[in-house]
């Protein structure tokens, strides 16, 4: 089969061990970022399966419409950025493992390096070193701290490993069955929305990003939080309702954030009010890019690969387009 990966930045792919299971096939890899249609259509338009890394790429209607020889896009975790109803009137499967249970240590390991990093100022205080200055402010001591996670799933529990670790009292505030299971596993729960908010010294979120997740994070909600506490968003931006967090930043409550992840994607704006705030620390999306986080990735959607092409397709969101063919 005719096979094409998109955004693969760095030429990673094809160094990984799980790139041998699409031995056999026609592969090409783009490594730029391309969003412009006519510019896809020309790189598809003979592609029979589609890889994407994340959501790196918007694959919307129209240009399906135009890419009539393909048959499969594989990839892995939540699919917003494809246009599902599209690829089941077109007749293409999409396959994306969801890898429920499965910890994404990469992503949690970035969280905690995110924590420490804008707790005790390590990017400013390089970059003034650099400058020739020496020490430019007092940092936070974590132990003894409050570390609020909301959404305790396969990520936010690592964690919360992590801050216990550290010494930091953990404080979970979830949808019903997590917040049981977070108690389960011996953390305490707040008692509110708002009794989390005001607690936590430090706020990270890990909620997958879907219709009832979609800005759950209001301007109150941050309001409520102590000026001397950091925000942590390793997980997506639109969770945090659009221009909430550079208000709640510049009224002083809280008083740091630390995020991977933005409205839109890549982030290339130097002019971003983030990336000009000294309270602030950013990252370009990279809580999963990661050798190791790849290859356990890419296992998953090479595998739906190979599946489909022995005709029993796996992970398949769009069962209905398996009816029509």
Known sequence: MKIAILDDYFDTLRGLPCFRKLDGHDVTIWNDHVQDED????????????????????????????LPKLKLISQRSVYPHID???CTRLGIV????????????AAAELTWGLILAASRQIPQQVNAMKAGKWQIGV???????????????????AVAEYGKA??????????????????????????SKEAFFEQSDVLSLHMRLVDATRGI?????????????????????????????????????????AVDVYEKEPMLDVNDPLLAMNN?????????????????????IFDQIVAYAAGTPTNVVNPDVLKAK
């Not at 999409?94 to 240590?105: D, M, T």
């Open 139 to 157: 940092g936070h001591t974590l132990r003894g701290k409050t570390l609020g996670i909301y959404g305790y799933g396969r990520i936010g529990s």
């Open 39 to 66: 510019i896809l259509v020309e790189r598809l338009k003979n592609i029979e399966v589609l890889v994407l890394i994340r959501e790196r790429t918007k694959i919307l209607g129209p240009l399906l419409e135009r």
């Open 217 to 257: 994070v209001t301007e109150a909600d941050l309001a409520r939080m102590k000026p001397g506490a950091l925000i942590v968003n390793t997980s997506r931006a639109p969770l945090i309702k659009p221009g909430a967090l550079v208000a709640a930043l510049k009224s002083g409550r809280p008083g740091m954030a």
């Open 84 to 86: 599902i109803a599209a």
């Open 280 to 300: 602030v620390i950013c990252t370009p999306h990279i809580g999963y890019v990661t050798h190791d986080e790849y290859e356990v990735q890419f296992t998953d």
């Open 166 to 191: 550290f010494g930091m009292h953990i404080l979970i505030w979830a949808r019903q069955a997590s917040l049981d299971r977070a108690k389960g596993d011996g953390y305490a729960t707040a008692p």
């Open 94 to 105: 999409v396959s994306s493992s969801q890898h429920a249970g499965v910890p994404s240590y």
